[in-house]
Nanobody, 124 residues
Framework: QVQLVESGGGLVQAGGSRRLSCAAS????????MAWFRQAPGKEREFVAA????????DYADSVKGRFTIARDNAKNTVYLQMNTLKPEDTAVYYC?????????????????WGQGTQVTVSS
């Protein structure tokens, strides 16, 4: 079993930056691919970014490419999402997810463990 706890959400102005953190406990973190998803009101949950177990591979949604960066610190059992040049359309609840395997996926169905989410609100 894996427990994931997100933090770092809040209110930010358009053009600003925010860093989300996801602390993992339970299963061996360094063997798990990790990802961030988000869900805006009235919309389906969507893929944001993913990182492989070693951190050697990453993937991003087109909507955040060049603005967001996913990273991990296996010594701290933590994955991060650095969000720059934020836009009002980035407003959503952001969820951290863990996969039992080492490879990255953009599909939410491939992830086995989920955090409770952290709200990010970008004002215009």
């Amino acid at each position: 079993q894996v427990q994931l706890v997100e933090s770092g959400g809040g209110l930010v102005q358009a053009g600003g930056s925010r860093r989300l953190s996801c602390a993992a406990s339970g299963r061996t973190f360094s063997n798990s691919a990790m990802a961030w998803f988000r869900q805006a009101p009235g919309k389906e949950r969507e893929f944001v970014a993913a990182i492989s177990a070693t951190g050697g591979s990453t993937d991003y949604a087109d909507s955040v490419k060049g603005r967001f960066t996913i990273a991990r610190d296996n010594a701290k059992n933590t994955v991060y999402l650095q969000m720059n040049t934020l836009k009002p359309e980035d407003t959503a609840v952001y969820y951290c997810a863990a996969n039992r395997g080492r490879l990255i996926w953009a599909s939410a169905q491939k992830y086995d463990y989920w955090g409770q989410g952290t709200q990010v609100t970008v004002s215009s």
